[in-house]
C-alpha cells in the first residue's frame, strides 16, 4: 500500500505579512496555511474576541469586517431600531448587504466573490441608506443599480433604475479593446463622438470592434440612409 505524500506546510509571502493589522472590527492574528488555489487563509480576532480564520483577501478588501455573532448582533439591531424590515427598501438594503457579503447568497459568486463591496456608511447603518435613498429618487417599481459596474455600492455609485435602464447598464458597461486600448462601450462613445445607443445598435447588428469604434456616425447614417431606399 503506497504512502500517502504529506501535503506541504505552506508559508505566508513576507511582503504580505499583516500581522497585528486591524481591518475594521478584525486583527490579523496568524497566517494559517494556503489552499490549493494559492489563497492565504489567516486568524483574525475580532473586537468581541472570538477568533476566525478566514481568507485574507475577503478581509483586506472589507467583504468581511467582524465575526458572524458580531454581524448577526448588527443586523438584528437595524431591524428592530428602525422598524422597516418588512418593507421593500429594506429588503433591497439586505439584498445588497447579503449578495457582496454572504458566500452562501446565490448571487455571491456575481459579486462579493468578484470583489464587488459595500461602502462603510451603508453596511453598518440600514438609516443612512435609507436617507439616501429616499433623497435620490427611490421608488417600491425601482432598483439600485452600480453606475460603474468596476466599483462597488456606495451613494457615489448608485441610482434608482428600471430593469430594463439596468439592462443597458450593462450592455454600455462592456468593455472594448482598440488599438491596445480598452474602455467601456459608454467611454468608447464618448470617445468617437457618438451616442451610446448608436454604438450598441452598430454591435448587435455585428460589426467588429475595428469598424464599430473607426466609422465616423456620418458615415454609418449615410449607409442607414442607402439601404432604406
Known amino acids: 500500500m503506497k504512502r500517502e505524500k504529506e501535503k506541504p506546510i505552506y508559508q505566508p509571502n513576507r511582503q504580505r505579512d499583516i500581522s497585528k493589522q ?8 496568524n497566517f494559517e496555511y494556503r489552499d490549493d488555489k494559492m489563497r492565504h487563509y489567516w486568524r483574525f480576532r475580532c473586537e468581541c474576541g472570538r477568533e476566525l480564520i478566514i481568507r485574507k483577501g475577503s478581509v483586506t478588501s472589507g ?17 428592530t ?12 438594503w439586505d439584498g445588497m448587504i447579503q449578495r457582496c457579503t454572504n458566500p452562501k447568497n446565490t448571487s455571491y459568486e456575481r459579486y462579493g466573490a468578484k470583489g464587488v463591496t459595500v461602502c462603510d456608511e451603508w453596511l453598518d ?8 435613498a429616499t433623497a435620490n429618487g427611490y421608488r417600491d417599481d425601482l432598483t439600485i443599480d452600480r453606475i460603474d459596474n468596476e466599483k462597488g455600492y ?43 445607443s448608436s454604438l450598441f445598435g452598430r454591435m448587435k ?9 473607426s466609422t ?12 432604406n431606399k
Not at 447603518?125 to 439616501?132: I, K, L, S
Request: hydrophobic share 30%; proline share 3%; net charge positive.
Open 154 to 196: 456606495s451613494p457615489d455609485n448608485c441610482r434608482w433604475a428600471t430593469e430594463k435602464e439596468q439592462a443597458y447598464n450593462k450592455k454600455s458597461n462592456r468593455n472594448l479593446t482598440y488599438k491596445g486600448k480598452t474602455m467601456t462601450m459608454a467611454e468608447w462613445a464618448k470617445d468617437i463622438g457618438i451616442s451610446s
Open 216 to 227: 465616423p456616425p456620418i458615415k454609418e447614417k449615410r449607409n442607414n440612409n442607402a439601404k
Open 205 to 213: 447588428r455585428g460589426w467588429s470592434v475595428e469598424k464599430a469604434l
Open 63 to 79: 467583504n468581511t469586517k467582524m465575526c458572524k455573532e458580531c454581524a448577526n448582533i448588527q443586523l438584528s439591531k437595524n431591524k
Open 22 to 29: 486591524t481591518f475594521n472590527k478584525l486583527t490579523a492574528v
Open 125 to 132: 447603518d440600514f438609516m443612512n441608506f435609507y436617507n439616501w
Open 81 to 92: 431600531t428602525h422598524g422597516m424590515s418588512k418593507t421593500r427598501i429594506y429588503k433591497e
